[in-house]
């Protein structure tokens, strides 16, 4: 699975206006406890890969996210499966990962056309809106396609190119940590 | 969960005759299709450590095995989770884990006292016997204790402890492999 993905910040009473107004459709609120882990032969910091587990609404998914494929959104391969996440945090301990940081946000999930439009209040960074387009299959013309309809979208509340944010939330929480 | 295991060669057709008189519950039959991984930062060969995706009747298992604890029988910490197991498989992969084989079994599973029974018929390699108790938590007169009893069951089947077999079904596999 391909996920095209743009991050900006925006304060979400605005944009829920908005989203109201376009008839985007209200699908769900998740309490997210994401737990990222990092490998014992490769620092995915510098790899740019990802592998957490998320507890959402008492169940677990692990996803491993891979290496970002363009520059300015945050397109890359995503896998998951749901999983125990007590005993595959376990197993990833054993196996010789470490814990790399933890994200506790609230998501409210809108649907748009062919988005995911996802309202994320993260613990300790406030308010930011991720839109998201997933392709089974996507070549480099569809992720340009895709990437264009998100920005295009985005410009409704005065977001643009220059505003997407490409720092994953973990690493938004560890340099904060590290300013303290 | 720690699993106390013994393992050796026995044909199925006496061994079940045995089990019937003695009062043992047949509980199922389960196929096996079960692919092993190594890791890419230390050889599980040598750490005797196993990781494997277990296919069985449709559902997917991760399953993680510690090194053994002690000479005599397969003793060792046992970790697992339900899991999607075509992207779990490409998750480790991704993550630079290695395939190093697959071995495919037919299981009788019964039930005696507090002891599994597994009667293994394994592709390639033939039959075996496995009894297994697990315990949540156990030191090691714990596990002495667990281990005797199994052996003093196995008796009963002409089977003493010179009899077990600690070699792994996939190293048999890989071996035979070798042999060819």
Partial sequence: MLEI???????HQQVKQLLSAMGAVF????????????APHRDFADTDEALRIRS???????????????????????????????????ILLALGFSESGI???????????????????????GEFIEVEISAQYANESD??????RIFSFLENFGI????????????MVLEQGEDK
Wanted: hydrophobic content about 25%; aromatic content about 6%; some cysteine.
């Fill in 5 to 11: 993905e743009v991050k900006a910040c925006a304060g």
């Fill in 160 to 171: 643009g190119e220059e505003d997407s944010i490409r720092t994953s939330y973990l690493e």
């Fill in 143 to 148: 992720i340009d396609i895709h990437r264009k």
């Fill in 27 to 38: 699908t769900g609120v998740q309490h997210h406890c994401d737990t990222y882990f990092n």
């Fill in 103 to 125: 994200v506790r946000k609230t998501r409210e999930i809108f649907r748009f056309e062919n988005m995911t439009i996802c309202l994320d209040r993260v613990e300790g960074l």
């Fill in 56 to 90: 959402v609404n008492g169940r677990s998914v692990l996803t491993y996210k891979g290496r970002k494929l363009d520059t300015i959104s945050k397109t890359r391969e995503e896998l998951e499966t749901e999983v125990d996440g007590g005993n595959t945090r376990s």
